[in-house]
């Protein structure tokens, strides 16, 4: 079956400091990967996608590469930023034309915290 | 557009008790999904659905039920609460086919179990 395994957390760093989450997945045929973002008191909002292998990802700072030949999508930013304090969860989904449904596997989610 | 809305917030419960939450999602969207999330484990999937009438289970479903009865409502029954079903639950939808595979999600409902 799928899975997806993100780095131990938590991630404490300070602001402008360098981001680096792991995220490597297991899947048969060619899954789309996400990263989701959970602000405290809040759901998940889609933070960044990518659908097929070397792939891109990017939002407001934040990238992510799709990397087939290491089943990879780590998540990136230059400088952090107190406001990225968060829970940051790698997700992959199947393909929607099969019967998966677009369900999606969830890492196990890692909290950053950034300070002034 | 609200989004995915989740009725209630927080709600605490005895064991034994039963309980539905409701999720809604003004969207139009197809399919819709409920999950469970839990310290260090991510979030898993209890049921899905893939349109109006129909429903699915996933990874986690036992303790749980779900109807669909209207396109825009997704609920999640919980018939005898077990301690073990403490969580924050979140409701998902995403619109069907290829490139729209984007989840959006709810708010989420804290429910304890006491």
């Known amino acids: 079956g799928n899975s997806v395994t993100q780095m131990e957390g938590p991630v404490t760093l300070s602001e402008e400091a360098f981001l680096t989450i792991n995220c490597t997945y297991t899947?048969?045929?060619?899954?789309?990967l996400f990263w989701y973002v959970q602000y405290p008191g809040e759901g998940l909002q889609l933070l960044l996608k990518a659908t097929k292998a070397d792939d891109k990802g990017s939002n407001k700072g934040f990238e992510a590469t799709y990397r087939k030949e290491t089943t990879s999508f780590h998540l990136e930013k230059g400088s952090v930023q107190v406001s990225d304090s968060a829970v940051y969860f790698c997700?992959?989904?199947?393909?929607?034309?099969?019967?998966?449904?677009?369900?999606?596997?969830f890492g196990q989610g890692t909290i950053l915290t950034v300070h002034p | 557009n609200a989004g995915v809305t989740q009725t209630p917030k927080f709600r605490v419960l005895k064991t034994g008790q039963s309980m539905t939450l409701l999720c809604a999602q003004d969207m139009n969207h197809e399919y819709m999904y409920w999950y469970r999330q839990d310290p260090g484990m991510g979030l898993r999937l209890i049921h899905y659905?893939?349109?109006?009438?129909?429903?699915a289970k996933g990874e986690v479903p036992d303790g749980y039920n779900v109807s669909r009865l209207k396109k825009q409502n997704f609920l999640l029954g919980l018939e005898s609460a077990a301690p073990s079903q403490t969580s924050v639950y979140f409701c998902a939808s995403r619109a069907a086919g290829v490139g729209t595979d984007t989840q959006y999600f709810g708010p989420g409902t804290r429910l304890t179990v006491l």
């Open positions: 997700a992959l989904s199947d393909r929607a034309g099969g019967t998966s449904y677009g369900k999606l596997t």
């Open positions: 899947a048969t045929g060619y899954p789309s």
């Open positions: 659905s893939v349109g109006e009438g129909t429903t």
